[in-house]
């Protein structure tokens, strides 16, 4: 069992900043595909970002490439998204989800995903 906590989000104005972090426990969090994934109020939740065990490959969703980056430490067994530019479209309930070691790619749906943290809100004010 993976168990995923996302801190980092809050209320910011539109044009600024805010980077989320996800700390996972439990089992060993080797070879992990992570994804972040988000739900606005009355939408279905979405792809945002996936990042590889190793880190050196990267999906993004159209709505956030070049605004948001996804990284991770496995040292730390933490995933970050880090989200610039952001702007009203952004509000929503942002989720970290955690994939067992798996080849398949580019990890943008949630089924594919085995473990999920309780999320974290972001709001962005106009």
């Known amino acids: 069992q993976v168990q995923l906590v996302e801190s980092g989000g809050g209320l910011v104005q539109a044009g600024g900043s805010l980077r989320l972090s996800c700390a996972a426990s439990?089992?060993?969090?080797?070879?992990?595909?992570m994804g972040w994934f988000r739900q606005a109020p009355g939408k279905e939740r979405e792809f945002v970002a996936a990042?590889?065990?190793?880190?050196?490959?990267?999906n993004y969703a159209v709505s956030v490439k070049g605004r948001f980056t996804i990284s991770r430490d496995n040292a730390k067994n933490t995933v970050y998204l880090q989200m610039n530019s952001l702007n009203s479209e952004d509000t929503a309930v942002y989720y970290c989800?955690?994939?067992?070691?798996?080849?398949?790619?580019?990890?943008?749906?949630?089924?594919?995903?085995?473990?999920w943290g309780q999320g974290t809100q972001v709001t962005v004010s106009s």
């Open positions: 989800a955690a994939a067992r070691p798996t080849t398949a790619w580019p990890m943008s749906l949630s089924k594919w995903y085995d473990y």
């Open positions: 439990g089992r060993t969090f080797n070879g992990y595909t």
């Open positions: 990042v590889t065990w190793s880190g050196d490959t990267t």
